[in-house]
């Protein structure tokens, strides 16, 4: 059954089951190495900051380049880099949101504590109602426009039920959106008529409406798979219905993704609500359809200890991520290109800090809006589960940025392919609809492609030479120069797709792996292999903790 099928990578496996299956090592933190290693980070990790504030001094001789990009900032009469959108978006509404964060949950919270033969009736009709009102406010008269698409969507769904139209229509339909929303940007009511031009002017504090639509995407096509695989189950199972009624008990997250609904739990009611949804609309986490409609019909309370914390590590972050963009200014060195007379460890702290900078951006937009859904009992995926600089692993990396569009893209694309059958052709169209549904454009493209070529080697090596080498004394070393390869290729692929393209790729690394300098450079690689070091032992060190993840 498609709908059951075990498409979720496990993060967590229960250690007693699992224990005896992975041998795990003795500790290395205490050992001679690794004190040799200690040092070398306390050498230089000092020298990476040092580097990167020093080449975004206003003494530098690149510094009139960039300066205009630079805004006004707060810590110690500092100029702060918010020359990416993103970032300059978030910051310039982030007080608002979180006015909106605080009214949008403290009357929700009012009516999740009312009596439970109401408050889930009450509840869904406040959200839809605080939802509308807000995407009023932010897309004007645009409402319409994503009203209407979406109906379309839940047309195929009721329409084609158990067909195999209902998928193929619903992912025509979506990948065609995302086009023509790109083509038209968002359309004009002029376009279709002259006389509803005056409608083009009531277009909200946020007229791109189409820029966030592509999360409404990845929930369409939630909804009308999830309700899909929901009649093929009944259809294959006839007392589907009756074990869901008696199970009433709150499931854990795999269970409550994997498992249909009531079929009438399928209505367009509920799927407003889901897709309209205003904590987790404008960038996440991505939740299934399945699993926000179960937490609100089984009203989910979540610890708030647990909240508490979270927002506290919110905070805390915000503050590390202020810092950077005061010191280092690494976008708007980039935006400019001004590295002249950098050397190639200049270069490569600008490559490694631009990345840490998408990540720490990334991260608190995702923790914030995460943060919205927890204050009002929605849980969902934590979308960064480890550090950007605690990656070696192409595929790891990818099950931990991003966690929960990785997930859905498991479920639904992943899976339905066929899995680990076909993983150099499956994880080729996953990547070209990742490049895709981010943002039509070459530079995504030829990001997605870079990202499948970089696969094949450790898609190879794990399969077919890790195993008959496992046993070598020197196993951990030749494994570290792989992991640090990968580590090389990861930045050159996501330095193309987030921060400078192609071409502006090729002139950094050009720089930075010259021939002449090719001592710098095996330096680098050697402290890279370091840290994959630490990187094994940190895995190693949650085996002997009973965790046991995938990335």
Request: contains cysteine.
């Amino acid at each position: 059954m498609a709908g059951n099928a075990e498409y979720i990578p496990l993060d967590n496996l229960n250690s007693h089951e699992n224990s005896h299956k992975i041998r795990v090592g003795p500790s290395r933190w205490k050992t001679p190495e690794f004190y040799f290693y200690y040092l070398v980070f306390i050498v230089n990790i000092p020298l990476m900051f040092r580097c990167a504030i020093k080449f975004s001094s206003p003494n530098n001789v690149n510094y009139p380049k960039y300066k205009d990009l630079l805004s006004d900032g707060w810590i110690f009469d500092r100029k702060a880099d918010v020359s990416d959108a993103q970032t300059n978006s978030f910051r310039s509404f982030a007080f608002i949101l979180l006015y909106v964060l605080i009214s949008h949950v403290t009357i929700s919270r009012i009516i999740q504590a009312l009596p439970s033969s109401v408050n889930v009736k009450y509840r869904k009709i406040y959200s839809l109602i605080f939802s509308i009102i807000f995407l009023i406010v932010l897309y004007g008269t645009s409402l319409i426009k994503i009203l209407l698409i979406l109906s379309l969507n839940y047309y195929i769904a009721k329409h084609f039920g158990k067909s195999k139209m209902n998928p193929i229509l619903t992912w025509i339909l979506n990948i065609a959106i995302l086009f023509l929303n790109d083509y038209f940007q968002g359309y004009k009511f002029s376009a279709l008529w002259s006389g509803l031009s005056f409608l083009d002017k009531r277009s909200g504090l946020m007229p791109r409406w189409f820029i966030n639509y592509n999360y409404c995407v990845l929930r369409s096509i939630s909804f009308n798979l999830d309700y899909y695989w929901c009649l093929k189950n009944k259809d294959e199972s006839k007392d589907t219905e009756s074990k869901i009624i008696e199970n009433n008990s709150m499931k854990d997250y795999k269970a409550r993704v994997k498992d249909s609904l009531l079929e009438k739990d399928y209505n367009f009611f509920n799927y407003l609500i889901y897709l309209l949804y205003v904590p987790l609309y404008l960038a996440g986490p991505i939740i299934t359809f399945n699993d926000f409609i179960y937490q609100i019909n089984h009203r989910n309370y979540l610890p708030v200890k647990k909240t508490v914390l979270y927002a506290i590590r919110f905070v805390a972050i915000c503050l590390l991520f202020e810092w950077t963009i005061h010191y280092m200014y690494v976008n708007a060195i980039i935006r400019r290109r001004a590295y002249e007379n950098f050397s190639p460890f200049d270069y490569s702290m600008l490559a490694y800090f631009s990345l840490n900078n998408v990540w720490l951006k990334l991260l608190i937009i995702w923790r914030f809006f995460r943060l919205w859904a927890l204050a009002d009992n929605i849980d969902t995926v934590e979308n960064m589960n480890r550090s950007m600089s605690n990656n070696y692993s192409m595929a790891g990396f990818w099950r931990a940025w991003h966690s929960s569009y990785n997930k859905w893209n498991i479920r639904y694309i992943y899976i339905p392919l066929g899995g680990n059958k076909n993983p150099i052709i499956n994880n080729a169209v996953v990547f070209t609809f990742v490049a895709i549904w981010h943002d039509i454009s070459l530079k995504l493209l030829e990001w997605s492609w870079l990202i499948i070529i970089f696969l094949i080697p450790e898609i190879v090596c794990t399969k077919f030479i890790d195993k008959r080498i496992r046993h070598l004394h020197s196993y951990r070393f030749i494994k570290s120069i792989g992991a640090s390869s990968n580590i090389v290729l990861m930045i050159t692929a996501n330095m193309v797709g987030y921060v400078i393209g192609l071409d502006g790729a090729k002139e950094i690394l050009g720089e930075i792996f010259a021939p002449q300098h090719i001592l710098s450079w095996l330096y680098m690689f050697f402290c890279i292999m370091v840290t994959t070091q630490v990187m094994f032992e940190i895995r190693e060190e949650e085996k002997r903790r009973g965790i046991f993840k995938k990335y």
